[in-house]
């Protein structure tokens, strides 16, 4: 069993940054690939950024390429978000996700909330 918490979420202004957290329980964190998602008010939940086992490999959606970056610290079983340039549209709850071969876990989400 994993248990993710995510935190680092908040109130900010377009054009500023925030840095997301999510911080694993349990000794299979670095064998897990991990990714940030999030859900809009009223939408679907959406994936946006993904890093493997090993952190070297990364994978963004095309809306947050070159402004939001992921990166994992196994030593510290946490994977990070750091969101820079934010943007009205990036309002939402994010979530984390790990997942070990066929099994997935979700993290209860961390709310941001970007003004214009």
């Known amino acids: 069993q994993v248990q993710l918490v995510e935190s680092g979420g908040g109130l900010v202004q377009a054009g500023g940054s925030l840095r997301l957290s999510c911080a694993a329980s349990g000794r299979t964190f670095s064998s897990s690939s991990m990714g940030w998602f999030r859900q809009a008010s009223g939408k679907e939940r959406e994936f946006v950024a993904a890093?493997?086992?090993?952190?070297?490999?990364?994978y963004y959606a095309d809306s947050v390429k070159g402004r939001f970056t992921i990166s994992r610290d196994n030593a510290k079983n946490t994977v990070y978000l750091q969101m820079n340039s934010l943007k009205s549209e990036d309002t939402a709850v994010y979530f984390c996700?790990?997942?070990?071969?066929?099994?997935?876990?979700w993290g209860q989400g961390t709310q941001v909330s970007v003004s214009s």
């Open positions: 996700k790990a997942a070990r071969g066929p099994t997935v876990y």
């Open positions: 890093i493997n086992r090993s952190g070297i490999n990364t």
